[in-house]
C-alpha cells in the first residue's frame, strides 16, 4: 500500500518535503523576525558584545527587562521561571544586568541594566533602525509605512 500523503514523498525510504502550499502569516512573520535577530546578534558580535547569543535575545527584547520582577517577565515571556533565571544569571555573571531587592516588596527583585547592558541596548537598536532604513529603501517609503502602520495596528489587537 502506498503511504505517501500530500505534504511527503517517499523515495528509496527518504520522505521528501514537499510545501503544503504558500507561506501563512506565522512563517511570513517568522522570517522577518529571524533577520532581525540575525542582524542584532552581528552587529553586537561587532561591537565587542560577543558573549550575547540568540537565547539571551529574548531576555533582552523590547521593551526590555529594565524595572521588571523576574517572576512577571518570565509569565510575560511564556518561559518557566527557571529558565529565564537561568538566562538572567547568564546576563548578570556577564555584566549585562543585576537583580536588586525590590524596594516595594524586599522578598522579590527587579532587574536593572548595567552600563554594559544599557550599551548593548542601544546597538539593539541601531540595528533595527538600520533594517528599517533598507527595508524601507527596498519596499519604498510609502509601503514600508503603511507595512509598519499595519503591524502596529496589529499589535493593537492582538
Request: proline letters at 6%.
Amino acid at each position: 500500500m502506498n503511504q505517501e500523503t500530500s505534504s511527503s514523498r517517499f523515495t528509496d525510504g527518504v520522505a521528501e518535503r514537499e510545501p503544503l502550499g504558500p507561506p501563512l502569516i506565522g512563517a511570513l512573520l517568522r522570517m522577518p523576525v529571524d533577520a532581525v535577530r540575525r542582524r542584532m546578534i552581528e552587529r553586537l558580535h561587532e561591537h565587542g558584545f560577543d558573549d550575547i547569543d540568540q537565547a539571551h535575545l529574548t531576555v533582552l527584547r523590547y521593551p526590555g527587562p529594565q524595572g521588571r520582577r523576574p517572576s512577571d517577565l518570565a509569565a510575560e515571556l511564556g518561559m518557566s521561571k527557571q529558565a529565564l533565571n537561568y538566562q538572567l544569571g547568564e546576563l548578570e555573571r556577564r555584566g549585562y544586568l543585576e537583580r536588586r531587592p525590590d524596594p516595594e516588596d524586599l522578598r522579590s527583585r527587579r532587574i536593572v541594566l548595567t552600563r554594559r547592558g544599557v550599551a548593548a541596548a542601544h546597538v539593539i537598536r541601531d540595528a533595527v533602525a538600520e533594517l528599517e532604513t533598507l527595508w524601507a529603501r527596498e519596499l519604498g517609503a510609502k509601503r514600508y509605512a503603511q507595512l509598519r502602520g499595519l503591524l502596529v495596528e496589529l499589535n493593537r489587537v492582538i
